[in-house]
Every structure is written in structure tokens, then in C-alpha cells.
């Protein structure tokens, strides 16, 4: 009978060595579930980053072509305004220096009758 004991021997070793090949497996297994877990969540956080760069770039398009708009548009209507008021500023400081020429002329004109006036009334 030794031969049954060797053999049921040989059967319990093999058992425990299939236990600890199981344990072995579902470890790995584990391991492996967390990995895939893992891929997952950082391909999420590429997908938002790769959201993120696409809304930035849009957002800084965008304000490119308003500054474009600015430079191309804005600028140019504003010089525009500018030189017709200074147009108008300096017709409107001919305009001023005329009327103080007259007022001026009036002036005279007045003085030299008023001293007229008042030789005529001594003589």
C-alpha cells in the first residue's frame, strides 16, 4: 500500500500546487483589471486634455480675428475720425481768429469814435 499513500501524497501536493497556481492566476488577473483600470482612466484624461487644447485653440482663433478685426477696421475708421476732427478743429480756429480780428477791428473802430465823440464835443 505504500504505493496509494505516495500516490495521495503526490495528489495532495499537486492540489496545493494548482491552489497556489489559481492564486497565482487570479492575482494576475487583478493586476491585470487594475492596468485595463488604469489605461482607462488616464485615456479619459487624454481625451479631456485633447478637449481642452481644441477649446483653447479655438478660443485664441477667435480672439486673433478680432484683433485682426481691430488692426483692419477699427484702427483705420478711428484715424479717419481723427483727421476730420482736426479738420474741424483747425477751420473752427480760422473761423475763431477771423471773428477776434473783427472784434478787434470793432473794437478800434469804436475807440476812435468814442475819441472822435469826445473831440467833437470839446470843439
Request: net charge neutral; charged share 35%; glycine share 6%.
Amino acid at each position: 500500500m505504500p504505493q496509494l499513500g505516495d500516490a495521495l501524497d503526490k495528489l495532495t501536493d499537486l492540489e496545493k500546487r494548482l491552489e497556489g497556481a489559481n492564486a497565482a492566476l487570479n492575482a494576475a488577473l487583478d493586476e491585470r483589471r487594475a492596468a485595463e483600470a488604469e489605461r482607462d482612466r488616464a485615456k479619459a484624461e487624454r481625451e479631456s486634455l485633447e478637449r481642452s487644447v481644441k477649446y483653447a485653440t479655438e478660443a485664441i482663433a477667435a480672439q486673433q480675428k478680432v484683433i485682426d478685426t481691430y488692426q483692419n477696421l477699427l484702427i483705420p475708421a478711428m484715424e479717419k475720425l481723427v483727421d476730420r476732427h482736426e479738420a474741424r478743429i483747425s477751420d473752427l480756429e480760422v473761423k475763431v481768429d477771423r471773428a477776434n480780428g473783427r472784434v478787434i477791428k470793432s473794437g478800434l473802430i469804436g475807440f476812435i469814435a468814442g475819441v472822435a465823440a469826445g473831440l467833437v464835443k470839446i470843439f
